[in-house]
C-alpha cells in the first residue's frame, strides 16, 4: 500500500501559525505515490483551527489516496449525498491562508479534496487540482450506424466488459502480492472500483468543444450500457439511432456527482486565487448556505498534457441558498460537463398542512434527490409561499419550530395564521435570499448545457466576458414542479460582454433567456424576473436568435452590437431575434423588425 | 400519499408509563395502507424512554412506509451500512415491554423495523414481520439449457426488462394522479425502486427446501443478469450452464443486507418470545457488542398463505462480539438464504506497526466490507495477535489509545512493547469474547448453507435440535484471511439432537466439521477448537458424511445412533463417517472401520 513517511520524506514546519508543508520523491511523477493524506488529516481538528494560520506547499505534486483519509457522511447540495473519504475536512476554522505556491495535488479514487464546515475568512491559491483516473470516460468514435458505434478507449480509461455490459473501472493495481486474499483486497482496491455512466455525449475533437447539435444520450440507470469487446481497446457499444462523426470523441459521462473539488457548507468569506480544477467527481467549487464567495483567477479546464476533452463531470461553480457577494473575476470556465454557474435558492414542497394545537403546521419535503438533507428552515425565518403552477408567490409566514423527520422531510410550526390558499403541492423558499453577484472579465464555454445562470433577487452584474456556451449563454431558470430552484432577478445588468456563436448545441433559445418553470397557462398571470438591462455588448451570431423572454417585468436592450457569423450551420434563420412573451417594460432597441411579442 | 392520520384512526393510550396502540381500517388488508410510522417514531426519544414501559397492540395489521421514518447511518455487522430509514430507533431505551398481541406488521420497502443502540432489558413479544414486496424475487423454472433459463414471476415479483437486463422493482404505484412531476414522484417511489440480486438459487418446489445438490449461481456485480421478455410475465434469463429442474422455483437471492428486522448494537439482556419473522432485508436478529440475547418460541418461515419459498435473505440469527448469554430456544429456523446462526468474534488485519514516541502503535484494518465500522478496540482492551497463516496466537497486548481514521482503519497505541514476531498481514482480536450459548429444540433446515456456525470459547450446548440443513448442521469456522471472523470453541456439548438428512446440498463436508482457515500447510501446528463432547444424537444419514474434523484437541462421539436413510440420492459412499486430521485427544465409540485418521 502506498503510505507516506518512510518513502516519501515530507516535513511539515510549523512556527508562529504557520504550516510549511514540503514533499521529496525521486521527481519521476509516476513515482510519487506517497500517500499525503496523512499530515492533512488532523489539520481541520478545532485544537489547531486555532493555531495554523498559514499552510504553504513547496511545488511539487503531491498524491492523495481514500485508505487513511478523513470520512463524513455528507449533504452536498446539487452533488450526491454519501459517506465521503475528505483529504481536508475543515470545521469552524478561521484566517486561514493555503497558498500551494503552484503545486498540484492528484487524487486517487473517490476521494474528496476540500470541504469546509462553518469556516471563515479562508483563502485559497496557487494549485492545481487534478485525478489519476477520472470519473468520466472518453472513447474516440471509430464507426457508428444505427445499431452501435465502435469507440476506442485511451490507456486513461480502464474498463471491463461484464456480462456483455460496459463497466469502467480504476486502474489495475500494479502489484504483483501474492499474499493472503486480504492483502490484496487492500492493494488492489482501485482495480475494483466502478466508476459508473449516464449518458454519452459527443465532443468535436478539432474545436474540442461540444459537437455541434450533439445530444445527450441517455444510459441505463444500470450505469452500464451494452458493449462487446472488439480487442485492441476498441469496444461495439449497443446503443440504437446514435449520430456522431468518426474522428470525434465520445464522453461517457460520470453518473454521480459524488466528489466536489471545493464543498463549502455554512461559511463566510472563502476567496479563490488562482486555482485550477483540471478535474474532480462533481462540480468544482460547491457553495451551499454561504456568505461571500470569490473567485479569482481559477479555471475550469481539462488537464494540460494529457489528450482529455473533459474537464470536470459537473457545474463549475453552483451556489445555493447563499448570501453576501458572489465574485467570478478573471476565470476559465471551459470544457465541464454542465453550467458555468448556478446560484439559486430552494424550494421545498408543501405535502401536508394541519392545525396542531391551535397552531398551523405543514410538513415540506425536498423533493430533487440531490437536494435532499438540505436543511435550510430555520426559526425566526420568514417563509414565501409560492404557488406551484403559476409560481406567484401568495403568502408569507414566519417559522416558530422546525422538526427535522428524516433528509427529505421537515415539519413547521409557523408563527401565524396559514392562509387558506396554502395547498398540498406548493413550494415554500427562504424570503431572504438575494446574494449580490458580479461574474466579470470570464470565458465562458466549450462546456456541456448553458453559460451562467442567473437567478438571485439581489444586484447582479454581469460584465466583459466571453460565452462561447452550446445553450443559452445566460439563463433565468428557477421552477417549484422540477428541479426545485427558487430563482427570479429583480436587477440584472449585462453589458460589455462577448456572445461567440452561442447556441451551437441544444441547451436553449436563445443567447440570454428565461425559463421559469411557470405552467404555459399560468405565464400571462406572473412577471417572475425583473429589472434587467442587456447593454454595450457583442453578439456574434450564426443563428438568428439572442433573447427569448417572457413573464418579465422591465427589459432594456441598448447600444449592442450585432455581428453575423458563418463560423456554424444556421438552425434557426426564419426565427427573430427577440421572443417577447407575457412581459411589461420592454425597451429593446433598433431591431424591431426582428421582435416578436405575443401578450 | 398514505400517511395516518385522517383515513385511519389509531390511538395512543399512555398512562402510567403504558401505551397502547390500536390501529382501525376497514378490514381489508389491501386497504390497510395507513402509515403507522407517525407514532413510533418518537417513542425511542430519550425523553420518552423514561416514561414508558409497556407497549402494547391491538391485534390486526399495521403498515409501515419509509416517507416519515427516522433516519441514521448505521454499521451493522455482517449486513450492509448505509443511511437507513428506521421504525423503531430506540437509544439507550430500558425495562420495556413490547407486546404485539398477534399483530402483524407490514413493512413497504427500504425500511428497517428495529434499531436497538445501548438499550436494556427489553422484551419483544408476540407480533409477526413481513414486507409487501421481497427483497429477493422468486421464479417457476418453466425451461432450462445450456445457454439460457427461462423462468415465470408471479405479480408478487415485479420487474422490468432495462436494455435487456433484468432489474426487479418495487411495485407499481396505484395512484392516477396527474399533478406535478413532483407529487407523481413522491407517489411513484416504490415503483422506481430496484432491487438488485446477486446470484440465483434453485428451491425444491415439492420439499420446499433448497434443491437436492443445488449451487448458488452468480450473477454480476452489476445486481443484474440479461434477459428476455417472452410475454405472460415469463422471462428469459441469459446465464449459461445452470442446471435446473422445470417445476422448481428459482430465487434470485438479494445482493445487499440492508434491512435486517432487529439490530442490536451494545444492548443488554434483549429478549424476544414468539416473534414471527417471514421476511426482511437482512438478517432476522442481528446482535452486535451485546450482552445476553434470548430468543425463545421465535420463527424464521416464509410467510403464511403465500407462495413464496424463501424467508428471509440472509441469516436467520447472528452475533458478532457479544458476551454473557445467547439463548436459541423451541425456534423454527427455515427457508432463509443464509445460516440460523453465526456466534463469532472479529479479526482486524494489521496492515502497519511503528513506534511513535517510545509506544508501539500499529493500524489495523477491517477488511470483510460488512465489517466496516465494526469498532470495537477500547482502551484497556487486552487483544490477541494471531497469525495469519496458521491461526495461532502468539502474543497478548493491551490498548492505550485508540483512534479511529475511518470505518476502514483504527490507530491503536499499546500498553507494552509488541513482540518482534507481530507482522502485517496478521490479524488481531478482542481476547475476551466468549459468550455462553444455549441451542435447544429449535428446528433447523430447509434454508441455504449451513445451520449454525459456533465459534465462541464460552460453554457451548447444542440440544434437543432437529436439523436439516443441505450443508453442514454444526460448523466450527473462523479464519483470520477471508472472513476475518474469531472463533474456536473451548467447551462444546452436542447432545439429543437429529441430524435429519442434512448436507443434500453442497456447503458442507459432514454433519459436524470443522472448518477453521488455516493454511493447509499449517494445520498440524494449531489445535483451533477444543473440547467437543458429541452424544445421545441421531444421525440419519443418507450421505456417509458424519464427521470432519482437524486442529482440533479433545474430540468425543458416544452413544450416537446412526440411521441409514435413502431419502436423496448418496453422493459420497466411499467415503468413511468420520474425518479426522490433525486431532488430539480423539475418542470415537464404534464405527472404527470408519473412521479416517491422517496425522
Keep these: 500500500m502506498k503510505k507516506i513517511g518512510f518513502l516519501c520524506m515530507m516535513c511539515l514546519l510549523a512556527a508562529c501559525g504557520e504550516q510549511r508543508v514540503a514533499i521529496y520523491h525521486n521527481g519521476k511523477a509516476d513515482d510519487s505515490t506517497c500517500d499525503a493524506v496523512d499530515f492533512s488529516r488532523d489539520m481541520g481538528k478545532k485544537g489547531k483551527a486555532k493555531i495554523i494560520k498559514k499552510i504553504t506547499f513547496d511545488p511539487g505534486q503531491y498524491d492523495f489516496y481514500p485508505d487513511f483519509a478523513n470520512e463524513k457522511y455528507m449533504f452536498v447540495s446539487n452533488n450526491d449525498e454519501g459517506l465521503k473519504r475528505i483529504v481536508f475536512l475543515w470545521d469552524e476554522l478561521s484566517d486561514v491562508e493555503f497558498d500551494g505556491n503552484g503545486a498540484t495535488f492528484i487524487f486517487h479514487g473517490f476521494l474528496n479534496p476540500f470541504v469546509l464546515n462553518r469556516c471563515k475568512n479562508i483563502t485559497f491559491r496557487n494549485f492545481n487540482i487534478d485525478w489519476k483516473r477520472t470519473f468520466h470516460s472518453e472513447g474516440k468514435i471509430l464507426d457508428v450506424n444505427e445499431e452501435y458505434l465502435d469507440v476506442r478507449f485511451s490507456e486513461e480509461y480502464p474498463y471491463k466488459i461484464i456480462q456483455g455490459m460496459l463497466v469502467f473501472t480504476g486502474f489495475p493495481s500494479k502489484t504483483t502480492d501474492k499474499g493472503p486474499r486480504a492483502i490484496q483486497t487492500t492493494l488492489n482496491r482501485e482495480e475494483n472500483e466502478i466508476y459508473p455512466v449516464r449518458g454519452m455525449l459527443e465532443f468535436d475533437a478539432g474545436k474540442r468543444e461540444t459537437a455541434f447539435q450533439a445530444w445527450d444520450y441517455g444510459i441505463s440507470a444500470l450505469g452500464t450500457v451494452p458493449a462487446l469487446a472488439l480487442g485492441d481497446r476498441k469496444v461495439r457499444i449497443f446503443r440504437k439511432g446514435v449520430k456522431a462523426t468518426v474522428g470525434n470523441m465520445m464522453v461517457f459521462g460520470a453518473c454521480n456527482r459524488n466528489i466536489p473539488a471545493f464543498s463549502l457548507s455554512d461559511c463566510e468569506n472563502i476567496r479563490f486565487e488562482n486555482i485550477h480544477i483540471y478535474h474532480c467527481g462533481g462540480m468544482g467549487v460547491i457553495g451551499q448556505r454561504c456568505r461571500d464567495i470569490e473567485l479569482h483567477h481559477c479555471k475550469i479546464t481539462p488537464s494540460p498534457g494529457k489528450d482529455r476533452i473533459v474537464s470536470i463531470p459537473a457545474d463549475a461553480t453552483h451556489f445555493v441558498n447563499c448570501s453576501g457577494r458572489i465574485v467570478l473575476n478573471e476565470c476559465l470556465f471551459e470544457n465541464q460537463m454542465d453550467d458555468a454557474t448556478n446560484i439559486h435558492g430552494i424550494y421545498v414542497q408543501i405535502i401536508d398542512k394541519r392545525i396542531v394545537s391551535d397552531q398551523d403546521v405543514i410538513d415540506v419535503r425536498l423533493i430533487h434527490n440531490q437536494q ?151 405565464r400571462a398571470e406572473n412577471r417572475y424576473n425583473k429589472n434587467i438591462v442587456i447593454e454595450n455588448n457583442t453578439f456574434k451570431i450564426f443563428d438568428n436568435r439572442i433573447l427569448n423572454f417572457y413573464s418579465t417585468d422591465g427589459l432594456i436592450f441598448r447600444n449592442n452590437k450585432i455581428e453575423l457569423s458563418t463560423d456554424y450551420l444556421p438552425q434557426n434563420q426564419d426565427k427573430p431575434h427577440f421572443v417577447v412573451e407575457h412581459c411589461d417594460n420592454v425597451d429593446i432597441e433598433g431591431f424591431h423588425e426582428n421582435r416578436e411579442v405575443k401578450q
Excluded at 374 to 392: C, H
Excluded at 435 to 460: D, Y
Excluded at 497 to 513: K, L, M, S, T
Aim: with cysteine; proline share 3%; charged share 25%.
Design 372 to 522: 435532499f438533507g438540505f436543511d435550510f428552515i430555520k426559526p425566526g425565518m420568514e417563509l414565501e409561499f409560492v404557488d406551484g403552477m403559476s409560481m406567484n408567490t401568495y403568502h408569507v409566514n414566519k417559522v416558530k419550530n422546525v422538526q427535522r423527520i428524516n433528509k427529505e422531510i421537515t415539519r413547521v410550526t409557523l408563527e401565524s395564521k396559514l392562509s387558506e390558499d396554502v395547498k398540498i403541492g406548493d413550494a415554500v423558499c427562504d424570503a431572504s435570499i438575494a446574494p449580490e453577484i458580479i461574474i466579470s472579465n470570464c470565458f465562458i464555454g466549450k462546456n456541456r448545457a448553458r453559460g451562467i445562470l442567473l437567478n438571485s433577487r439581489g444586484k447582479t452584474i454581469v460584465e466583459g466576458n466571453t460565452f462561447h456556451t452550446p445553450g443559452a449563454a445566460i439563463l433565468l431558470e428557477g421552477d417549484a414542479r422540477y428541479w426545485f430552484e427558487q430563482a427570479g432577478v429583480r436587477d440584472l445588468q449585462i453589458r460589455n460582454n462577448v456572445f461567440d456563436n452561442c447556441n451551437y448545441g441544444v441547451w436553449g433559445w436563445a443567447c440570454i433567456e428565461t425559463r421559469p418553470g411557470i405552467d404555459a397557462s399560468k
